[in-house]
């Protein structure tokens, strides 16, 4: 996979620790863990603005305690 992987200015230094890595391809956008680049997860553009608006609202906050 010939990607172009970026990650967040807010994620911490160093080879990926602590950061989500975004790439897309083919209109479709990749998502990995920086410190497990071999699982990549897809997703579309839209889907990805809702789970960003949701999280942005606080709708996953519940997920903190668990």
Same mark, same amino acid.
């Given at each position: 996979?010939?990607?172009?992987?970026? @990650?967040?200015?807010?994620?911490?230094?160093?080879?990926?620790?602590?950061?989500?890595?975004?790439? &897309?391809?083919?209109?479709?956008?990749?998502?990995?863990?920086?410190?497990? !680049?071999? &699982? &990549?997860?897809? /997703? /579309? !553009?839209? @889907?990805?603005?809702?789970?960003?608006?949701? &999280? @942005?609202?606080?709708?996953?906050?519940?997920?903190?305690?668990?």
């Amino acid at each position: 996979m010939s990607s172009s992987w970026q @990650k967040s200015s807010y994620s911490g230094g160093g080879d990926g620790a602590d950061c989500i890595e975004l790439a &897309v391809q083919g209109g479709a956008v990749l998502i990995r863990e920086g410190d497990d !680049p071999d &699982v &990549v997860v897809t /997703t /579309t !553009p839209a @889907k990805l603005r809702a789970f960003i608006l949701g &999280v @942005k609202a606080g709708e996953f906050d519940h997920l903190a305690d668990a």
